[in-house]
Nanobody, 115 residues
Framework: QVRLVESGGGLVRPGGSLRLSCAAS????????VGWYRQAPGKQRELVAA???????NYADSVKGRFTISRGDAENTVYLQMNSLKPEDTAVYYC?????????WGQGTQVTVSS
C-alpha cells in the first residue's frame, strides 16, 4: 500500500516558477513509475510528465523545456519543477504511482497561473 501526498501548489504570475512534491509513504516506492497529471476545469485529465524507476523521463509537448520531473528515492519523493508558467498551466495537479498492475493517486494540488 502506497499513500501519495502532493504539495507545492499555489498562485503564481505568468513566467513564474513552482516546485511540486509528491511524497510517498509505504515501501518499494523506488520501483514505481511516477507520473504527474493535471486536470483543468471542463477538461480531461492529462499526463504532464513521468519518470520510471530507472530515471527515464517523458513529457507532454506542451511542457517540454519548461517542466522537469525528478525523483529522490531516498526521500520517497518525486518532484515537478515548473518554470516559465503560463495561464494555460492552471489546473489541479495529481501524482500517480504505478507498479505492475497496481496504481495509486494523490489528492491533488491546485496550481493557478494568473496576473
Amino acid at each position: 500500500q502506497v499513500r501519495l501526498v502532493e504539495s507545492g501548489g499555489g498562485l503564481v504570475r505568468p513566467g513564474g516558477s513552482l516546485r511540486l512534491s509528491c511524497a510517498a509513504s509505504g515501501s518499494g516506492f523506488s520501483r514505481y513509475t511516477v507520473g504527474w497529471y493535471r486536470q483543468a476545469p471542463g477538461k480531461q485529465r492529462e499526463l504532464v510528465a513521468a519518470i520510471t524507476s530507472g530515471g527515464t523521463t517523458n513529457y507532454a509537448d506542451s511542457v517540454k523545456g519548461r517542466f522537469t520531473i525528478s525523483r529522490g528515492d531516498a526521500e520517497n519523493t518525486v518532484y515537478l519543477q515548473m518554470n516559465s508558467l503560463k495561464p494555460e498551466d492552471t489546473a489541479v495537479y495529481y501524482c500517480n504511482a504505478v507498479y505492475l498492475l497496481v496504481d495509486y493517486w494523490g489528492q491533488g494540488t491546485q496550481v493557478t497561473v494568473s496576473s
